[in-house]
């Protein structure tokens, strides 16, 4: 049984910070049986990043099935028992990207090879505020000079890329790492540099890629550095200090995050936390069982999702390559499945 429900009731009732929207998604109960590939999935994996964040969850619901995930139970067995497939929004087909953990060079002092400067939020930005550009913070050097730098790194391309992902490790020449996390930005709208491309009759739209933006962009550096200028939206950092180099970066709630097993979603749609089922198309078709554990700027609407692949170059250019159409799937506690679809 279908129902139409507010997304707003959605986000009221699922995830106490889910941010307000007058749109509606469509919602449906459906079977286990119902999902493709689910029995062969290995559910003790997502069963083990899922007790990274479940103990943040406080809502009656999920409580108690954190406490008894910990008890390692059977995986598939708890997930089926105690969870109920929901789908929202189904009526539009999913649309999956993906994103890393870039990996940069950089020092803790500027010198020849490193002079692009990762910067903290600067005191007099309020959240939200809307502030300089990206054009005006690296042209006019507004913070230069401030002490505000975290490291500073050896490509510009690079760096570009760390602020979309959010998060970053940067690699010292003594063997050592910085690890920053998001700070804060400037509260300009992001605009796809790819899509400008696009615009510009550079590439067509099954061309771009990551790696293409940032190899044209090497090959063209002052067209380059104006096509990145394009986006006005800039990226702060800060540094993350107690993350030990072996985790993952921190994603929205404020928790390692796990290659292969950690979503990005729409809050207003998917309760961090949730498991979500996914069934991605492409080359690289996906049918596994992950974990919402993070969120993102261009992260909109209840079938819209971003999937971690890791860290570093590899991590980087898988990422860089998937935009596919599938069907994601959101595990709810049953009593909360029912409550939210009368009948279902």
Request: with cysteine.
């Amino acid at each position: 049984m279908k129902q139409v429900v507010a997304a707003l009731a959605v986000g009221v009732a699922v995830c106490a910070t889910s941010v307000q929207t007058a749109w509606a998604a469509t919602m449906e109960i459906l079977r286990f049986e119902d999902l493709n590939g689910w029995a062969a999935d290995d559910h003790d994996a997502a069963l083990s990043v899922f007790l990274e964040t479940c103990g943040d969850l406080k809502d009656p619901e999920w409580a108690p099935l954190c406490n008894l995930a910990k008890t390692t139970p059977n995986a598939r067995t708890f997930f089926e028992l105690f969870f109920r497939p929901v789908l929202i929004g189904g009526e539009k087909p999913a649309l999956f990207t993906g994103y890393f953990e870039p990996e940069l060079n950089g020092s803790r002092t500027r010198t020849g090879q490193f002079r692009f400067p990762v910067y903290r939020k600067p005191p007099e930005l309020a959240s939200k505020q809307r502030w300089r550009t990206r054009q005006e913070i690296e042209d006019d050097g507004v913070l230069a000079g401030r002490g505000l730098e975290i490291a500073w790194v050896d490509d510009s391309v690079e760096l570009f890329f760390l602020q979309i992902q959010g998060s970053g490790r940067i690699r010292l020449q003594d063997g050592s790492y910085i690890r920053v996390g998001y700070g804060g930005a400037n509260g300009h709208e992001y605009k796809s540099v790819g899509q400008e491309m696009v615009r510009r009759g550079i590439y067509k739209p099954h061309q771009v890629s990551a790696q293409v933006i940032q190899n044209w962009v090497r090959r063209n550096p002052a067209d380059g550095k104006a096509l990145l200028q394009h986006n006005p939206s800039y990226v702060f950092f800060r540094p993350v200090t107690h993350v030990p180099a072996d985790k993952g970066p921190l994603g929205a709630m404020n928790r390692s995050i796990t290659a292969l097993r950690s979503i990005a979603v729409d809050p207003a749609f998917t309760p961090l936390g949730a498991p979500v089922w996914i069934e991605k198309g492409g080359k690289g078709p996906m049918r596994r069982l992950m974990i919402a554990q993070d969120t993102g700027s261009a992260i909109k609407g209840a079938q819209r999702a971003d999937i971690f692949f890791g860290t570093g170059d590899a991590a980087g250019q898988a990422a860089g390559t998937v935009r596919d159409r599938g069907r994601m799937v959101v595990l709810l506690p049953i009593d909360r499945a029912y409550a939210l679809v009368p009948g279902g």
